[in-house]
C-alpha cells in the first residue's frame, strides 16, 4: 500500500476516536452545567454521536458517496476498496472510544 494512505487511515481512525471521545467529554460538561447526571450523559452522548465521528473522519459523504460510484460505474476497484477501508477504520476509532468511554463511565456498550 501507498505510504500516504496509510497515513490517511490512521488519521481516519483518530479523528474518529477524538470526535467521539471529545464530544463526551464536552456533553457531560453542559450536562453538569445544567444539573444533569455527567457520567450516564457521557455514554449517552458517545451513542448519539458515533455515526457523526464516522462522518467527520472520512470527510463527509458526498465524497464517500463519489468514491463509490467512481468505483463501480468506471471499474475503479482500488478506490472502492481505499473506501472501504477508510470507513471501516473510523469505525474501529469510534468503537475503541466508545469501549473507553464505556470503561470509565462503568456502563454498558
Do not use: H, N
Not at 464517500?64 to 472502492?80: H, M
Request: proline share 2%; net charge neutral.
Amino acid at each position: 500500500m501507498e505510504e500516504r494512505f496509510i497515513a490517511s487511515i490512521i488519521k481516519c481512525f483518530f479523528i474518529a476516536f477524538g470526535v467521539l471521545t471529545g464530544g463526551a467529554l464536552f456533553g457531560s460538561l453542559s450536562a453538569y452545567l445544567t444539573g444533569q447526571p455527567p457520567i450516564s450523559e457521557m455514554l449517552l452522548a458517545a451513542k448519539k454521536l458515533r455515526i457523526w465521528a464516522i462522518v467527520a473522519a472520512i470527510g463527509g459523504t458526498f465524497d464517500a458517496i463519489s468514491t463509490f460510484e467512481k468505483g463501480i460505474f468506471e471499474a475503479s476497484t482500488v478506490d472502492l476498496f481505499r473506501q472501504i477501508l477508510l470507513i471501516i477504520t473510523a469505525m474501529g476509532g469510534v468503537k475503541s472510544a466508545l469501549m473507553l468511554i464505556s470503561w470509565i463511565t462503568q456502563g454498558d456498550i
